[in-house]
Each structure stands twice: as C-alpha cells, then as structure tokens.
C-alpha cells in the first residue's frame, strides 16, 4: 500500500530536549516536505526537499532541521524543542514538484511543556 | 507577501449544492489545489487546477479564473460524510513551494 509513514502520533516532551520526528514514503517520490498546522494559521511549509541532499527551507524554519540522506526518508528534527513548537506536524511526499499532488502522513500531535 | 482568503465556516444542508470561494493574490502561480481534511486526519488530495475554467470530479467540481485570482470548490449532493475542513492551496512557482489558506470548515446537517 502506497503510503506515508510518520513517527510518532503523539509525543509530549519538555523543553530543550531534542527530538526526531521520522517520516518514510514507500512511493519512490522525490519531493517531500514538513507541514505544521496550528488553529486560525493553517498548514505552513517549515521545509523541503527536492531530492536525496537537496534541502531547502518553507515559510517557518526557525527552529528546526531536515536530512535526506534517503529518498524515502526525510526526518525533521528539533534541536532545542520550545513551546511555541506545540503544533501538529504533517510530513508529505509528491511525485514530482509542488505542482502535482501531495500525499500526506497521518500527523504528528507534539506537545512542548 | 502570499495572501490566500476562504471562509473559516460553512454550513449547507444534506441533498444541497454548497461553494466554496477561495481568493489569491500571491507573488507567483503554478497551479492551484483542492484538498479535503476530516478532523484529526490528513489532508487528502481533491482536485488541481492550472488553466482557467471548470474540473467536474463525480460530485465534486473546482473552478478557476486566473485573472481574478479566484478558485471555488462546488460540492453536490451534499453527504453528512462531507462535513470536514476545505483547504486552498497555490503552488507559487518559487522554489517549489506550496501555500496553503487557513481552510473552511463545512458542517453538513440533516
């Protein structure tokens, strides 16, 4: 089954301590990308990648980094997590470009105290 | 700056036809897309439109006008199945990114 896989659904965690958020495509898709979508904002790019090493940065970086060091994986990791960071995080993965459907991940529901 | 407007809420009745405006004025445009979100899932892709005019989809249909910088989703026969939040989104053509408006949230009722 054609799928995005993200890790994990929930987590709560405190400030400062660093975190991984996995995501995985099994669609052989080139690009990917990391959503956080927060009450009354809607679903805001945070980054990129267009291909294995070529990362690039959405509307809303400040405070985290991607790798993709793999096609099909693509983690978002943050370093020093805060609690403005309480948000829910979508991973997605297309075929070609942002101008062909996105296939999203069931979501990440983080919670920063 | 990009600037994408929808209604924030909706409410349309089971059987009815409802429209869903959504308005763009954004520095770039490469296409325009549809997806369809039910509280607590993911989005899940609907429609795209890249030339002017109407997509027919089953019972789901968008339309766009480029020049007016406008787009509107037209759900049939409408389902209570329905009742999710509507997202806007434009491909800008800058470096591949997508822009998503805040979504309109449709509640379908008996």
């Known amino acids: 089954e054609a799928q995005v896989t993200q890790n994990p659904r929930y987590l709560i965690t405190v400030t400062g301590k660093k975190l991984t958020v996995t995501c995985s495509q099994n669609m052989n898709h080139e690009y990917m990308s990391w959503y956080r979508q927060d009450p009354g904002l809607g679903l805001r790019q945070i980054y990129y990648s267009m291909n294995v090493e070529v990362t690039d940065k959405g509307d809303v970086p400040e405070g985290y980094k991607v790798s993709r060091k793999e096609k099909r994986n693509f983690p978002l990791i943050l370093e020093s997590p805060s609690p403005n960071q309480t948000s829910l995080y979508f991973c997605?993965?297309?075929?070609?470009?942002?101008?062909?459907?996105?296939?999203f991940g069931q979501g990440t529901r983080l919670t920063v105290v | 700056g990009q600037n994408i407007d929808q209604p924030t809420e909706m409410t349309a009745t089971e059987g009815a036809i409802v429209q869903i405006n959504c308005t763009y004025q954004t520095s770039g445009f490469n296409g325009l897309f549809w997806y369809q979100q039910h509280a607590g899932e993911a989005p899940t892709f609907l429609s795209y439109?890249?030339?002017?005019g109407l997509e027919e989809k089953g019972r789901f249909s968008s339309f766009l006008s480029r020049s007016k910088g406008y787009s509107y989703l037209l759900l049939k026969e409408l389902q209570m199945k329905d009742s999710a939040s509507y997202l806007c989104?434009?491909?800008?053509?800058?470096?591949?990114?997508?822009?998503f408006g805040t979504g309109t949230r449709l509640q379908v009722t008996l």
């Open positions: 439109n890249v030339l002017d």
């Open positions: 997605a993965s297309n075929e070609g470009g942002a101008d062909t459907e996105a296939f």
């Open positions: 989104a434009v491909d800008t053509g800058t470096a591949s990114k997508l822009t």
